[in-house]
């Protein structure tokens, strides 16, 4: 069975200071794992996918498997980075998976 | 038309009562997804569709849902007899291709938000 936690459900955080949103998850195969946003009032949309090691909106995230961890990191919040946060995992049987979200709040 | 559109946005339904909520995918998108999201959780999988077949449909939680997509494009998702724990926000994802596309993650909806009193 695949699963993905977030052990956070809340995080607040200081413009300008370091983000770290946690992401674990547990699967057999090798899973492709990826961070969906969620700002007020808008629809869920994808973030970045560990597949491309891409930085959005000055976000990343490395999948490490031997900790299967894919912490999404940002070294300075913005306020419009406030916003649910969820990781997902994508396997064999096609379908995402999600964490219940971290909700982001960044403080002026 | 340019994402993924739902309808009805919000529906309240006395329980008991029969519900249709409507996806519109993305056009060209061969592979449909349906998600329920309960208040303060993620989305969850219902269903899976690629073209007018529905290959997975693990997640449903009871015989009362029903989804179809008969002609490949549009889908539906019904639920009979409409119960109090099925309020919850009903999410649509869509995308092109799955083996070569799956990568760019999934395109979703607004959702249907319902609420059964």
């Known amino acids: 069975a695949q699963r993905v936690t977030q052990p956070e459900k809340l995080l607040s955080v200081f413009k300008g200071a370091p983000v770290e949103l946690k992401c674990n998850y547990s699967?057999?195969?090798?899973?492709?794992l990826f961070w969906y946003v969620q700002y007020s009032r808008q629809r869920l949309q994808l973030l970045l996918r560990?597949?491309s090691r891409e930085s959005i909106k000055g976000f990343t995230a490395d999948l490490n498997k031997g900790e299967t961890s894919f912490h999404l990191k940002k070294p300075f919040a913005q306020e419009e980075d406030s916003a649910m946060y969820y990781c997902?995992?994508?396997?064999?049987?096609?379908?995402?998976?999600f964490g219940s979200g971290t909700q982001l709040t960044v403080l002026p | 038309g340019a994402g993924v559109s739902q309808s009805p946005r919000y529906k309240v339904a006395k329980r008991g009562q029969d519900v249709a909520l409507r996806c519109d995918p993305i056009s060209g998108h061969v592979s449909l997804f349906w998600y329920q999201q309960a208040l303060g959780q993620g989305p969850e999988f219902l269903t899976y569709f690629q073209n007018e077949a529905q290959l997975d449909k693990s997640g449903l939680p009871s015989d009362r849902f029903f989804a179809e997509r008969p002609e490949g494009s549009v889908s539906t998702l019904k639920i009979q007899r409409t119960q109090q724990e099925d309020s919850a926000v009903y999410l649509c994802?869509?995308?092109?291709?799955?083996?070569?596309?799956?990568?760019?993650?999934?395109?979703f909806g607004p959702g249907t938000r319902l609420l059964v009193l």
């Open positions: 997902a995992l994508s396997g064999s049987a096609r379908q995402l998976t």
């Open positions: 994802a869509s995308i092109i291709w799955l083996r070569t596309e799956a990568r760019k993650g999934q395109y």
């Open positions: 560990h597949i």
């Open positions: 699967y057999s195969g090798s899973p492709e």
